[in-house]
């Protein structure tokens, strides 16, 4: 009786939504029929006629490039190093939040709290399992399992270090040695494989999260150079910020590669990767210094009077009062603007020859087994699953930085 | 107009008799407006003056001027003994000794109650979290929302939000408090908090200047009653006088309409 009745609910729901005239009935049938054959198409390219031991065959190289054989040992330590590190500061920061009062220390339960990351990881978290799938080797495995045990013991770590009184010096030990791990754990990885020996995803990969690092306080200065009370300040911010946003990227990264040589000696060009994230650094800080300018002009002028009336100086002002709303008001620009920085890495490819990811799926069609069989499909689809994954992580996770600074506001 | 016409027991400031404030011939200009013309009034320690007229009179205009929200053109300002100048560390002086409440609160939306208020202790007077804490606390007791510190501005009401404004001034142990129609963005029912507020700080001692349309506020808390029109200031007198027998036109004109 239930199921007749829940089936007369659905032909009810069916006639309402999608047959409710004629013309909805055609467009429901036109429609339903271009999108099953859509699922089909992909289900059976994903399931039955896609090549993928291409992919298979060469995941390592599309994952890490031609990293030396020799060496890859130091970035299975590196990578278990930055699990530990991320685990280190989730647990420092919480603990730094519980002792501030920002954050209830009680109340969540640790099946609540391990769900909460569920949602949030998911999807990395298949894809990483996809990959393993993949490898034919137990090295993978190995370290991902690895990386996950150091992730944990960092997260219980990490909080006797954020829940003791931090004096000066023992927050500037703290902050100095969370600094150092990630750029401790490059040069043990540059001085064994020089830079330009790196390739595949980890190079996309790194490229992004450099220049990330490095445009974000790039970025911020030229926003307030740019709305300085001083006037050489004032020009010099504006004009490389119209500059560099007046140029393709492209051509950027051309003239990086190509031009550089006639300008400066040889011996002073550094090398390829590092120039990609120079260019990189610089184009995104133009267009974030912009982002953020609209974040300061949002800012009103009542806080700035109020931040003045109770003594602050100019600097306190904008550290305290101006700039921490401001970001926090462009937040979903900001983050679009690394989203695209992160695919724009494919670029450096092209215009560099850097051995990252796209380069590398046009490469492998080339290799002896698969030529000419067509197969850039499933080289193009694995890449664009890969910058996918990473970049709607990436959205995904500024909504809800969005959502936490956003108390009380709204 | 004729020059401002000043009750003979209104003439001198009341209060400890040393001057906390002092404006002397204070001019104000806007582009071609002329904001303030020729502004003197002189203010004692521990005295209460509120400043009423009609909107686009300079009232505003006049007490922003004194920690240097707007900058004045010609003419002295003196707080507390200090010159008010273009020097950067001289404005900083006056405005850690000079609070300042606003019509629409300003409080900052991404600190919570608390931090609000101990912001400025802490990072201009350098006091240790702790105690700026113990004292943000007790200066939340004194206008009675202790319960709300861990909250954050826009999960309160109008007039609580006020009322931390003004406790987020306090902090600072300004020796004036400056207030810009602090009434005016509140609902009706919500003003009677905030006012007895400011009346508890007055019978405490402090030197305030406030500007309002609350007459009931200035008939019963100030010392003297300064009207403005038209960035001047037209007449100046203790309460008793200027609401029963005020000398001016423009002021009898402005008291009609009002009351």
């Not at chain 1, 769900?115 to 993949?134: C, E, K, N, Q």
């Not at chain 1, 390739?199 to 992004?208: D, I, K, R, T, V």
């Not at chain 2, 912001?119 to 113990?134: F, G, I, Q, S, Y």
Request: glycine letters at 10%.
């Amino acid at each position: 009786m239930n199921a007749t009745a829940h089936r007369s609910g659905a032909l009810v729901w069916a006639r309402r939504n999608l047959f409710r005239s004629p013309l909805d009935g055609a467009l429901t049938i036109v429609f339903g029929a271009i999108s099953l054959w859509l699922i089909y198409k992909t289900l059976s390219f994903v399931f039955v006629t896609g090549r993928w031991d291409i992919i298979r065959v060469n995941l390592r190289l599309l994952m890490i490039g031609r990293f030396p054989e020799a060496h890859v040992l130091r970035l299975v330590i590196t990578v278990i190093g930055l699990a530990a590190w991320g685990g280190f500061l989730a647990g420092f920061i919480r603990a730094r939040q519980v002792r501030s009062g920002r954050v209830p220390n009680s109340g969540t339960s640790l099946a609540a709290r391990l769900g909460d990351i569920g949602m949030r990881l998911w999807l990395p978290a298949v894809v990483v399992l996809l990959l393993l799938l993949l490898s034919s080797t137990p090295g993978p495995w190995i370290t991902v399992g690895l990386a996950l045990i150091a992730a944990i013991i960092g997260r219980l770590v990490g909080p006797f270090a954020g829940r003791p009184k931090l004096g000066p010096v023992g927050s500037a030990v703290v902050f100095v040695g969370l600094g150092a791990v990630p750029v401790g754990l490059y040069f043990y990885v540059v001085t064994a494989v020089g830079f330009d020996d790196w390739g595949g995803f980890m190079l996309n990969l790194f490229l992004a999260a450099c220049a990330i690092v490095l445009c974000f306080p790039l970025g911020i200065l030229l926003a307030l150079g740019r709305r300085s009370t001083l006037p050489l300040v004032r020009v010099v911010c504006t004009t490389y910020i119209e500059l560099v946003r007046g140029a393709p990227l492209f051509v950027l990264l051309l003239l990086a590669n190509v031009a550089l040589g006639f300008f400066v000696p040889d011996s002073l060009v550094p090398s390829t990767s590092t120039r990609a994230i120079i260019v990189f650094t610089l184009f995104t800080a133009a267009y974030m210094a912009e982002i953020i300018r609209g974040g300061l002009q949002s800012v009103p002028r009542g806080q700035i009077e109020a931040a003045k009336a109770v003594g602050l100086s100019p600097v306190r002002q904008t550290g305290y009062i101006v700039l921490p709303q401001a970001l926090r008001n462009v937040i979903p620009a900001q983050i679009g603007q690394l989203i695209s920085l992160f695919k724009d890495t494919t670029l450096a490819g092209i215009a560099m020859g850097l051995f990252e990811l796209l380069n590398v799926t046009t490469a492998i069609t080339a290799q002896e087994q698969f030529r000419g069989q067509g197969l850039i499909g499933e080289t193009i689809t694995f890449a664009a699953l890969m910058f996918w994954t990473v970049s709607f992580t990436m959205s995904r996770e500024s909504q809800r930085l969005e959502k936490r600074l956003g108390v009380g506001v709204r | 107009m004729t020059e401002p016409e000043v009750f003979a027991d209104a003439t001198e400031m009341r209060g400890t008799g040393t001057a906390m404030i002092e404006l002397e011939h204070v001019d104000k200009l806007f582009g071609d407006f002329q904001a303030l013309t020729d502004i003197n009034l002189k203010v004692a320690a521990q005295e209460v003056v509120v400043v009423i007229g009609p909107s686009g009179s300079g009232k505003s205009t006049m007490i922003r001027c004194i920690n240097r929200l707007e900058e004045h053109d010609a003419g002295r300002i003196v707080v507390d003994g200090t010159v008010l100048s273009n020097d950067i560390r001289n404005i900083q002086e006056i405005r850690r000794e000079t609070g300042m409440v606003f019509q629409s609160f300003n409080l900052f939306p991404h600190l919570s109650v608390l931090d609000n208020v101990t912001l400025a202790p802490r990072k201009v007077r350098k006091m240790p979290k702790a105690k700026a804490d113990e004292l943000g606390m007790e200066l939340l007791e004194m206008v009675r929302i202790p319960e709300q510190a861990s909250k954050y501005p826009g999960q309160l009401s109008g007039g609580q939000q006020q009322r931390v404004a003004i406790a987020r001034s306090l902090a600072m142990k300004p020796k004036v408090m400056l207030f810009d129609e602090p009434t005016s963005a509140l609902d009706p029912e919500m003003i009677g908090e905030v006012l007895d507020t400011m009346k508890e700080l007055a019978r405490s001692g402090m030197t305030m200047i406030v500007v309002t349309h609350e007459m009931g506020f200035a008939r019963e808390v100030a010392d003297r009653v300064v009207f403005m029109a038209d960035g001047q200031i037209v007449e100046v007198g203790t309460p008793e006088h200027f609401f029963e027998n005020p000398r001016e036109d423009r002021t009898k004109l402005f008291l009609s309409q009002i009351l």
